[in-house]
């Protein structure tokens, strides 16, 4: 075999293999360059989406279908220089060497490109990649500017004078309206900002970071502040670890500040906007804290969350219930719950938070009541699984990128072949969680909480603590029974036992967003956009900050990663749609490369 000490000449010369199968537009010659369950993910390079494709079959008709390879036009296939993305070793999340990865530098007729791969070494002593990511970093007709405040005192105007006017022109006549001013609103809207985007943000409570003050008070997040910054504006050195429900609320609204954002808060749709066809603009209403104010923006993207509305069961007799009973959404602390027995429905991170806030607040006793089963992992584990691609001393758009490259069904295929690995790095967690009557199990098909999160956005938890409080008691499991009625005082279930309560918490999930937004647009828009959240065949993230079937609607969703790189895609779709690049009502490129910038 092969020594991986020279890892310049291993991926030189499998680049080499690569490009010159990609200039002579031979699809067999690239997919051969593959591993045979060898992965392809494709971002705005060969189509104007995001795809990805597994196995040399899937990858070379992938590439001849509507003569993508020949259509795309790449050239200039290079060996990254960039010191983050030169050749290296590659390891496995277990910490195994397993090959070597590389950046590569290309180019499509329209884009600038960057692309990454992995390699393994199969038996006959050669090399080929497990994955390649290719991805579309800049319109040539429109790059990213590197910082357009630049250069403000060349006007000879103050600042204010130029925000001033900026911003009055934006709200007059906004190119981009955008909705909800949560992280993905306002990353996508400082993207957008960068990228001479007119946008234009509204947000429906009082102030920027109200949409996290009015949670529960003891909410943190539960990913580190190396994975979790907001796009272009990096955390203060003593920044904590895991950032607090209030800390993050005022960084957001700094974060708007910052970032010269144009936002209109405590303002809503006031009607179902109407799209027109033959213009290309949607005609808006927006009630602004009670004035009414008419927009017409070429583009609207949603950028209000993945869930819709709470989800409560309807069960019988509720009325007759002498006690209080609330949504998750509505619990703030455990403060007025202090002497009281608490039942809380569901099992997942909201739960296991609220259980544990009333189990440390005063609650006379609290019941956890899980219906199926639950993907429990330490908050550490979930840190150490982002080390592998956030690394230390990395910026995070480099950690970005190289998680980007890799497809989400690669890291599922990589999940479901190490269940041991799983379970036994759990094992002292869910020894305790076991002890409590907890049942675990690794996701539906095995695939880990990771992959829960893009797949269901659910049934899973994240714990701090929490499973020391279930193994002591203090917070006590109802397992695999659901809860069928009310009584005077407490619920039945439907394994025929009661419980007795003076409070019913139900951390039983949302409404999916789409229905919620078939009030808002009417069935007839929605119905024309994708699913949005979950996976979908080739396990691509569904409808986020890509094409949505509606040409001129978008959806916005996702955690700081989503949201800070996938943000870029979607500034890039709207571009081009703009320089005539790109049909959002067809899919179909336009090879012109000297289009001129869109005026906006």
């Known amino acids: 075999m092969t020594s991986l000490t020279d890892t310049h000449s291993i991926t030189a010369n499998w680049l080499a293999a690569f490009a010159r ?59 990254e220089t960039d010191p983050f993305y030169t050749p290296r070793e590659s390891f496995a999340p277990t910490g195994d060497r397993v090959g070597v990865e590389t950046g590569f530098k290309y180019e499509t007729r329209y884009a600038i490109c960057r692309g990454y791969a992995h390699l393994r070494q ?9 994955t390649v990511g290719m991805i579309a970093l800049d319109l040539k007709a429109h790059p990213e500017p590197m910082n357009v405040a630049l250069d403000w005192e060349a006007s000879g105007r103050t600042w204010d004078v130029l925000e001033a006017e900026r911003k009055a022109k934006i709200e007059t006549d906004p190119h981009v309206l955008i909705i909800g001013a949560g992280q993905c609103g306002l990353s996508t809207a400082a993207r957008f900002r960068q990228m001479d985007i007119p946008t234009l943000v509204i947000e429906k409570n009082a102030r920027i970071g109200d949409n996290w003050k009015k949670r529960y008070k003891s909410l943190a997040l539960h990913t580190p502040d190396f994975y979790s910054p907001m796009l272009y504006q990096p955390f203060p050195s003593d920044w904590p670890e895991y950032a607090p429900r209030d800390k993050l609320a005022s960084w957001f609204e700094s974060y708007a500040v910052n970032q010269h954002l144009t936002i209109w808060t405590k303002s809503t749709l006031a009607a179902q906007p109407q799209y027109d066809e033959s213009e290309g603009v949607w005609h808006v209403s927006i009630d602004r804290d009670g004035k009414n104010v008419t927009l017409r923006p070429k583009h609207i993207v949603l950028a209000t969350g993945v869930l819709g509305a709470p989800r409560v069961p309807d069960l019988p007799d509720q009325t007759s219930f002498a006690g209080t009973v609330l949504h998750a959404a509505q619990f703030v602390e455990p403060a007025p719950f202090a002497g009281k027995r608490v039942i809380v429905v569901g099992a997942g991170n909201s739960s296991i938070d609220i259980c544990q806030d009333l189990a440390t607040g005063g609650a006379a006793s609290v019941t956890m009541v899980q219906r199926s089963q ?29 998680f980007s490259a890799q497809p989400l069904g690669f890291f599922k295929e990589m999940a479901q072949s190490m269940p041991e690995v799983l379970w036994a790095r759990e094992k002292e967690l869910h020894d305790k969680l076991r002890k409590g009557g907890l049942n675990l199990y690794l996701g539906p098909e095995g695939e880990g909480q990771f992959l829960m999160v893009f797949e269901r956005g659910g049934g899973y938890w994240m714990d701090k603590g929490g499973a020391d409080l279930i193994a002591s008691g203090q917070i006590k499991i109802k397992q695999g029974s659901s809860p069928k009625s009310f009584a005077t005082d407490g619920l039945i279930f439907s394994d025929g036992s009661k419980l007795p309560a003076d409070v019913v918490i139900f951390a039983t999930g949302y409404e999916l967003l789409r229905d919620v937004q078939k009030h808002t647009f009417g069935e007839g828009v929605i119905d024309r956009t994708s699913e949005t959240w979950g996976l979908d065949e080739e396990s691509e993230i569904n409808g986020c900050f890509r094409p949505s079937g509606h040409p001129a609607l978008w959806y916005a969703i996702g955690d700081f990663f989503n949201c800070r790189f996938m943000s870029k895609q979607l500034a890039i779709l709207i571009k081009a749609a703009e320089l005539g690049l790109y049909n959002p009502e067809q899919d179909q490129r336009k090879v012109t490369v000297d289009a001129p910038r869109a005026k906006m």
């Open 21 to 79: 199968a990609i200039s002579d537009g031979d699809a067999q010659r690239v997919a051969a360059t593959f591993l045979p369950e060898g992965w392809l993910r494709d971002v705005l390079t060969f189509v104007w989406d995001t795809r990805s494709l597994r196995g040399r079959e899937a990858i070379q008709r992938y590439l001849t279908e509507s003569n993508h390879l020949s259509q795309a036009q790449i050239f200039n296939i290079a060996l």
């Open 122 to 130: 199969v038996e006959d002593g050669t090399w080929q990649a497990i």
């Open 374 to 402: 639950t993907c429990v992992v330490s908050r550490s584990s979930v840190k150490g699984d982002m080390r592998h691609n956030w690394l230390p001393g990395e910026p995070v758009a480099v950690g970005d990128f190289k």
